[in-house]
């Protein structure tokens, strides 16, 4: 047995003419932009870049309107600028999870940037994108059900045991998105028992308003922010 890595990128590789999820299953990739064609069809934006292999990156409409967002629309300007692009297992379509492309770092900033887009038809939700530093590592990707099953047990301790660990846990809250209604549920449940038992305050606000519907992107339910928390999104 030698101690040579043996590779298997580019042998799962799917047979393919564009970069898609699948490209992107052994981990994020940082891609350096060296050209952009616009046209008419289904998927209008192609971007190819640095190592492509003739298979451009054709981003969906959320990860399109991250760069038009950042870099501006004019995609000439986009070419030469560097960006992280992963698989997120948590993107739907027609209904069904399948995965999907999206940005997590970009160059042109100097903070992290929280964007509120239209992921789906009346759907909206936050998109934190954060500087690329070049040369440094990129982000590993999140174990959704490792994430999931963490953001239940927090939730037993009620909304401020949630709370806690939305904070503490930025990476990982686009990957809950799907089960926010059962969250917000345990920890009403937690709250209400904690009441019965006297040991919160009855006239503490025990519910967690709100959750279900930012997930759902209810448009009479925008963004909570906690104006002790510098504006942070708040989930309950």
């Known amino acids: 047995m ?6 298997v990128t580019n042998a799962i590789q799917p047979k393919s003419d564009q970069l898609n999820a699948d490209s992107l299953l052994t ?6 932009i060296r ?18 292999s003739g298979k451009p990156w054709k981003p969906c ?10 870099w501006g629309s004019d995609a000439r300007k986009w070419i030469g600028q560097s960006c992280t692009i992963f698989n997120d297992p948590t993107v739907t379509w027609a209904g069904a999870v399948c995965g999907g492309i999206r940005v997590s770092h970009m160059d042109g900033l100097n903070a992290p940037r929280k964007l ?3 992921k789906t038809r009346g759907v909206k939700g936050g998109v934190t994108i954060k500087p690329l530093e070049m040369g440094g590592s990129a982000p590993d990707p999140v174990d959704v059900a490792a994430a999931q099953n963490d953001a239940r047990d927090s939730a037993l301790g009620g909304k401020e045991g949630f ?12 990957a809950i998105a799907s089960i926010m209604p059962a969250i917000k549920a ?22 967690a308003p709100g ?3 930012q997930a759902a992107g209810d448009d009479d339910d925008d963004a909570v922010t906690d104006d002790d928390d510098g504006g942070e999104e708040l989930p309950l």
């Open 211 to 213: 959750g279900a519907d």
């Open 61 to 70: 409409k959320t990860a399109a309107r991250c760069l038009a967002t950042i």
């Open 186 to 207: 345990i920890a009403a449940a937690a709250d209400s028992a904690a009441l019965d038992a006297g040991q919160i305050d009855a006239g503490d606000d025990t519910g």
């Open 163 to 174: 709370t806690a660990w939305w904070k503490a846990n930025p990476e990982k809250r686009e």
């Open 27 to 32: 981990g994020p990739r940082t891609i350096k």
């Open 2 to 7: 030698t101690d040579e890595k043996l590779d």
């Open 116 to 118: 509120q887009l239209t």
């Open 35 to 52: 050209d952009v064609k616009i046209s008419d069809s289904e998927q209008p934006i192609a971007i190819f870049f640095d190592g492509d």
